[in-house]
């Protein structure tokens, strides 16, 4: 099949992600969502919570012709960042910006409210000029503190649009409106008759509604802005660990500090206490303390020295460390870990895309629901400021803010939750998953057991040595990076030289060392049929130990065996314990022999043991699982276990694993410590227990509250409250999960 340049281009897709300003509402969100996908090529996602627009395009996609497409509909976008949020708290910049305006509508509220009632109530304490104080303790809130409404409100009528701040901006207004007409011009109308009159005949004044609503709309919209910079919060943090300066060692001895970004790769860097380590490398001098928590959510320090692997991101505590940089800037698994957050962050669940098309609609219908509103009470003989009253109240109380900020932001607290104790969520699709998952599947090593192999045991046979068999074995095993291979190369420094490497998944590996040809593996695969009794009983005795055997063949002839054993994780049994009090069935799917797969199943207590399969055959039984009606969820942390953790229901990886098997899963553990799996199914059903809440109560309050308001049974000044409680109470309610664990 021959591929054209017009397909090629249309392959090339790259991510493009967009800070999005002026968004007020889910509906915002939704109208710059939908002018991206008009373009050509071009596939968008908008999170409002987040205000970051992720975009999809081929490679001639430019960022300013995104730019000017969100500001054709009226709203404002840069291109953000590499490595995401720098710090910066925006949330908290906009709190700051409405507590002002907030503290000035609050106090001239307090004598206008009381004015404003006195006399309308009571017209014989009108004193001459009352109508002008009204006026001057109105204007300044319903002008210059609900500013940000009208300015959002004129924004969208030139595009022809609305959000809820158009039904706020039309409140606050035609309140002052019918407010105004009445102070001025009510008293000359009872001279005349006519239709004015008729509807507008009323000494109702809602100079107190207007600015009212103002005060409690500005109110919820500052704590609102205040919590949403709470559950950003871990994010911040997350990314601040990041250090800022490195000191590079010379050639000739001294230190030169540099900008991190300056940092290459080889290069030789001082850490000292209290320092963060500012890329992932090797130590090459020097044994300290480190503080893993930032990447693993434990407080236990890691001892490191010469030879050891560290990670970016991570702390000294004590001792000094020479490091030679092996990944650096966005290359570091640091930096994965939080582009994995922030990818979680810019995804919607299912039910976030219903309530953005709700949203999308909403606006023009409580128009409508308002109108009608009007509409029904003078129809049946209503006073026309009980039929005002009555259609402002539902304007004001049907505002859907809260429906936009439901899911994203118990999205954003728990991703931001999860990485602080070590578990990264891919995206809502993982949390989606977990509600009905009812069995989890393990791999056995690295996973159950610390994957640490060590050769146990070493048996020749006659005419061979066990030295010179585990030497040439040792050789071709130091080719892979299997974890029985890496045991075997580290067993002796005995080394030779390799050539026609080959590794079978699931099986072994084979090499040519000095002109004869090695194969080291399973030994169904190696030496099926044949082996002395002293081979025979050596395998037995390995095998009823819970060991692994592998055989080691030379130019066709089996030569020895080799016995490695592979210590149980001490946290594996609890968390096995802890998964079956939630009443989910466990099982163990290795490659490993039956003998030594069932030894660790029976000191885990896992229900079933299903051994001596390859890559693919771990993808049928999970495959055959999920036919019975189970729903899986596979953690594993090896090449071997990629296809099973991308056929699961939910694929859990061990994030000190491959970096294929990261890539096939939706759930990454970075601690060692499998306390860490029903954690994170826990983390997952907390947190979509959160988002149905917020939907439940977000619905709820609509469908209860518009009818409340339109049978005149709710005041505009309590719908104003409500209104903007309402939003308060979706992302306090989400910033629970900040406390989970």
């Known amino acids: 099949m021959t591929t054209t340049a017009g397909d090629e281009h249309r392959l090339r897709v790259r991510r493009i992600q967009l800070e999005v300003s002026g968004m007020s509402c889910a509906a915002c969100a939704n109208r710059v969502e939908l002018a991206l996908n008009k373009l050509p090529g071009v596939r968008a996602s908008v999170n409002f919570a987040t205000r970051v627009a992720t975009i999809d395009a081929g490679e001639g996609a430019q960022p300013d012709a995104l730019c000017e497409a969100i500001h054709n509909a009226g709203f404002d976008a840069v291109l953000r960042k590499p490595g995401g949020k720098d710090g910066s708290d925006p949330d908290a910049d906009h709190s700051r910006y409405l507590l002002l305006r907030l503290a000035v509508a609050a106090v001239l509220f307090v004598p206008l409210a009381d004015l404003s009632v006195m006399v309308a109530v009571v017209p014989s304490t009108r004193f001459t000029g009352w109508q002008w104080v009204l006026t001057a303790l109105a204007i300044p809130v319903v002008g210059w503190a609900a500013w940000p409404f009208h300015r959002v409100a004129v924004r969208n009528a030139r595009h022809r649009s609305a959000s809820m701040e158009t039904l706020i901006s039309v409140g606050i207004t035609a309140a002052t409106l019918w407010s105004l007409y009445t102070v001025f011009l009510g008293h000359q109308s009872t001279q005349r008759r006519g239709i004015w009159q008729a509807l507008l005949g009323s000494d109702a004044i809602y100079f107190e509604v207007a600015a009212g609503v103002t005060v409690f709309v500005l109110a919820g919209r500052y704590f609102e802005a205040r919590a949403k910079s709470r559950a950003g919060g871990a994010m911040r943090a997350l990314a601040a660990l990041s250090a800022k300066d490195v000191a590079v060692l010379q050639p000739d001895g001294s230190e030169m500090v540099i900008p991190v970004d300056e940092l290459k790769e080889q290069h030789r860097f001082v850490i000292r206490p209290g320092q963060t380590i500012a890329a992932d490398g090797l130590v090459v001098e020097g044994s300290a303390a480190v503080d893993m928590s930032a990447m693993t959510g434990e407080a236990k320090p890691v001892r490191v020295s010469s030879g050891a692997k560290v990670i970016g991101g991570t702390t000294v505590l004590d001792g000094r460390l020479i490091v030679e940089a092996a990944a650096v800037g966005g290359d570091t698994q640091f930096a994965g870990m939080v582009r994995l957050v922030e990818q979680a962050q810019t995804q919607k669940a299912d039910a976030q895309r219903l309530a953005d098309r709700i949203a999308s609609v909403f606006v023009p219908c409580v128009f409508a629901l308002a109108a009608m509103t009007a509409a029904g009470w003078l129809i049946a003989g209503g006073q026309p400021d009980r039929a005002f009253s009555a ?93 029985v291979g890496l045991a075997i190369a580290g067993a002796t420094t005995r080394r030779e030289t390799v050539t026609d490497f080959r590794a079978v998944a699931g099986r072994g590996v084979s090499g040519t060392v000095a002109g004869r040809i090695v194969r080291v593996g399973k030994p169904s695969w190696v030496a099926p049929r044949s082996g002395s009794s002293a081979m025979i009983s050596a395998r037995r005795g390995a095998e009823s130990r819970g060991e692994t055997v592998v055989f080691v063949e030379i130019d066709g002839e089996l030569c020895g065996v080799i016995a490695v054993a592979d210590a149980v994780k001490e946290s594996a049994a609890d968390a096995v314990r802890a998964l079956h009090d939630r009443g989910l069935k466990t099982m163990l799917l290795t490659g490993d022999n039956p003998a030594a797969a069932a030894a660790v199943g029976v000191r885990v207590g896992i229900d079933e043991v299903v051994a001596d399969v390859l890559p693919e055959g771990k993808v049928d039984v999970i495959e055959q699982l999920r036919d019975r009606g189970r729903v899986v969820a596979m953690v594993g942390d090896g090449i071997n276990d990629a296809p099973a953790l991308a056929c699961a229901d939910l694929g859990m990886a061990i994030g000190r694993g491959t970096d294929v098997a990261i890539g096939a899963a939706e759930v990454i553990l970075v601690r060692d410590n499998l306390d860490v799996v029903p954690l994170a199914l826990e983390l997952a059903n907390a947190t979509m227990r959160t988002v149905r809440m917020n939907l439940v109560w977000v619905f709820g309050y609509n469908i209860a509250a518009i009818p409340i308001a339109a049978f005149g049974l709710l005041n505009p000044l309590v719908a104003g409250a409500a209104m903007a409680l309402s939003s308060f109470l979706v992302v306090s309610n989400s910033l629970r999960l900040r406390n989970f664990g």
């Open 391 to 483: 259609a402002l109240a539902v304007l004001v109380i049907a505002c859907p803010c809260a429906l936009g900020l439901a899911t994203p932001t118990a999205m954003m607290v728990a991703s931001g939750r999860g990485a602080q104790l070590g578990i990264f969520l891919k995206g809502y699709q993982s949390l989606e998953a977990t509600r009905a998952v009812d069995t989890v599947v393990f791999d056995k090593t690295g996973t159950l057991t610390t994957g640490q192999l060590k050769v146990s045991a070493v048996t020749a046979a006659a005419g061979w040595d066990n030295d010179e068999v585990l030497a040439l074995a040792a050789t071709v095993e130091a080719a892979s990076e299997h974890a």
